[in-house]
């Protein structure tokens, strides 16, 4: 006869059909850590409320540390009749303990307990997947090490804009991350909060210690409102937030990175180890890292609105609609640990074609807006400059010229103010040397934020 935690009040089993629909442990099975930890906090508490014996909580203690052993080694595992990982893992004890493991649910419910066990999930990894954007951050910072002097074409509207540094651009990736990575531990003040000790949803008459137990399982605090602590879901949703925002950013860099590898632009080649071949085609290298990256924050998104549209409208408190968080959650995790990493990777070993970058920088006029600035600094409005400037573009593009091949003559037609030296401010190095002022291209200001993000990752 399958064992339930809920057996006594019926006198039929379930249905096939219900039991089919209600399973979870093939999703909640890598609960298992903390279940037991959280298991094992509670015979403690139990101890102390003098509901267990000294030597009921060694054995407690002793059986519980075996099931862990047992379930590293595969050799105890969920069986097709158990419906959860509490379920399966409460089997284990009896088992090991016969009566004796029926003592460990009191006071307990498995609604206080699956919340404290996904909070625990979710902080650690949350710790690693702040470990992974932190490698992909690192591979950002190498890569604008070398290339803080690399100037490349900005861009607006994917159309020539002002050159840049091709440093700043890849630490405008790296700011992206370091947000993401802010937000998670910010995220974990909010996650420390542990829900064991509010039972089903109005806390226990044994004499609990809920404060003991957060303390034991690292949480800050345990939950002040037991209704709120077994259906509060806010710490997941947050989390997948955060999770789509990383997917996001890996998108768009996703998206620049097949950009910069495609044979229109050419800045980058790919490392055989991060780019893929074509089945017919033999001369293919193709992004598919990058794409893969573009595409799984598909998932990532959904998995944000998957778990926001089960909780809307949930009353309070616990309703077995909250069983359907875990798959996003699951899937966040594991599409981000999937991703950052080969991201990580793509971007330490791609190489930049420094000279074809530079040869562009200047392209489409990039240099315009310098000699517009110029004419500001020398009286003129900007207005009236802007249109000088564009007057000269225009003619450049009648002529086929560049700013810098018009004649002394062609210039000073356009406007007085643009005498012979003004030919000085149309380098791209001068360009980027010139944004020198906080949070611009300049090389040395890209310098700069290097040091600085370097300080804040070593930090995490
Ligand atoms: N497996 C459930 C979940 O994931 C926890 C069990 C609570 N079940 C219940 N009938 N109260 O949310």
Same mark, same amino acid.
């Given at each position: ?26 999703? +909640? ?11 094992? /906090? ?30 590293? /080694? ?9 419906? =959860? ?12 303990? &016969? ?17 404290? +066990? ?5 902080? +650690? ?60 531990? =910010? ?59 990383? &997917? ?96 990580? &990777? ?90 020198? /002022? ?23």
């Amino acid at each position: 006869k399958p064992m339930r935690l809920w057996g006594g009040r019926f006198e039929s089993g379930p249905s096939d059909a219900l039991a089919r629909l209600s399973v979870s442990v093939h999703f +909640d099975w890598r609960l298992v850590p903390y279940d037991l930890a959280a298991s094992r /906090a509670h015979a403690r508490v139990l101890h102390r409320a003098g509901l267990l014996s000294d030597e009921e909580l060694d054995r407690m203690i002793g059986a519980l540390d075996d099931l862990e052993r047992a379930c590293k /080694a595969g050799e105890f595992r969920p069986t097709v009749a158990d419906e =959860d990982v509490h379920t399966a893992l409460e089997r284990g004890l009896l088992e090991r303990l &016969g009566s004796l493991g029926g003592k460990l649910r009191a006071g307990r419910s498995r609604n206080d307990q699956i919340a404290t +066990d996904l909070r625990l999930y979710l902080r +650690d990894h949350a710790r690693s997947v702040v470990s992974r954007l932190v490698e992909l951050e690192t591979a950002l910072m190498a890569q604008a090490e070398q290339h803080a002097d690399t100037a490349a074409p900005g861009m607006t509207h994917l159309q020539h804009a002002q050159p840049v540094s091709f440093g700043h651009q890849l630490l405008a990736h790296v700011h992206a991350f370091a947000r993401d990575v802010d937000r998670l531990t =910010d995220w974990d003040k909010r996650a420390a909060i542990s829900p064991l000790g509010s039972g089903a949803l109005a806390g226990s008459s044994l004499p609990l210690d809920p404060q003991a137990v957060a303390e034991e399982l690292g949480f800050s605090a345990a939950a002040p409102n037991s209704m709120d602590a077994v259906a509060d879901r806010d710490f997941a949703a947050e989390f997948l937030f955060d999770a789509a925002m990383i &997917g996001v950013h890996l998108s768009r860099l996703g998206e620049e990175i097949v950009l910069w590898a495609s044979q229109e632009f050419r800045w980058i080649e790919m490392d055989d180890a991060y780019s893929t071949g074509s089945s017919i085609m033999p001369q293919k290298k193709n992004p598919d890292v990058a794409e893969l990256a573009r595409g799984k924050s598909g998932r990532l998104i959904g998995n944000l609105m998957s778990l926001l549209t089960t909780l809307k409208g949930l009353p309070l408190t616990y309703n077995r609609d909250l069983q359907e968080d875990k798959e996003p959650v699951f899937d966040a995790v594991d599409t981000l640990l999937l991703v950052l990493p080969a991201m990580a &990777g793509l971007v330490a070993t791609m190489r930049i074609n420094t000279a074809r970058m530079e040869a562009s920088a200047p392209d489409g006029f990039a240099l315009a807006t310098d000699l517009a600035e110029l004419l500001v600094r020398r009286g003129v409005p900007f207005r009236e400059a802007h249109e000088a400037v564009g007057h000269l573009v225009v003619w450049c593009q009648v002529n086929d010229k560049d700013l810098g091949e018009l004649s002394d003559d062609e210039l000073v037609k356009v406007s007085p103010h643009l005498t012979p030296d003004v030919r000085d401010v149309l380098s791209v190095p001068g360009a980027l040397a010139a944004r020198k /002022a906080y949070g611009g291209t300049a090389p040395d200001r890209v310098r700069d934020q290097l040091v600085a993000l370097r300080e804040s990752v070593d930090a995490q």
